[in-house]
């Protein structure tokens, strides 16, 4: 099994940052992709941005320029620097990784951690 665990999230005014962690742990031989997606009241999942384990990032147009997915692999570890949060970005944001474990790839959440952003 794989857990992730997430830290991070809490309530910023606008124009505000933080900085979402994911650490995942457990049994598997690798971490290949890690993402966070985000999922506001009455909305469906979002993926906000994704990182390979080689490094190449993608992410939505709306946080382009203002947020910054970053990962280390020693540590299992993933990251989010949101800046300049605006009000719209208020969800629960939500670690994801695939996991390389007994021949083939599984796919896990983290719990959650609410970003709340004030105007």
């Known amino acids: 099994q794989v857990q992730l665990v997430e830290s991070g999230g809490g309530l910023v005014q606008a124009g505000g940052s933080l900085r979402l962690s994911c650490a995942a742990s457990g049994s598997f031989f690798r971490i290949n992709d890690m993402g966070w997606y985000r999922q506001a009241p009455g909305k469906q999942r979002e993926l906000v941005a994704g990182?390979?384990?080689?490094?190449?990032?993608n992410y939505i147009e709306s946080v382009k320029g203002r947020f910054a997915i970053s990962r280390d692999n020693a540590k299992n570890t993933v990251y989010l620097q949101m800046n300049s949060l605006k009000p719209e970005d208020t969800a629960v944001y939500y670690c994801?990784?695939?996991?390389?474990?007994?021949?083939?790839?599984?796919?896990?959440w983290g719990q959650g951690t609410q970003v709340t952003v004030s105007s």
């Open positions: 994801n990784a695939r996991a390389l474990r007994t021949f083939r790839e599984w796919t896990y």
């Open positions: 990182i390979t384990n080689g490094g190449n990032t």
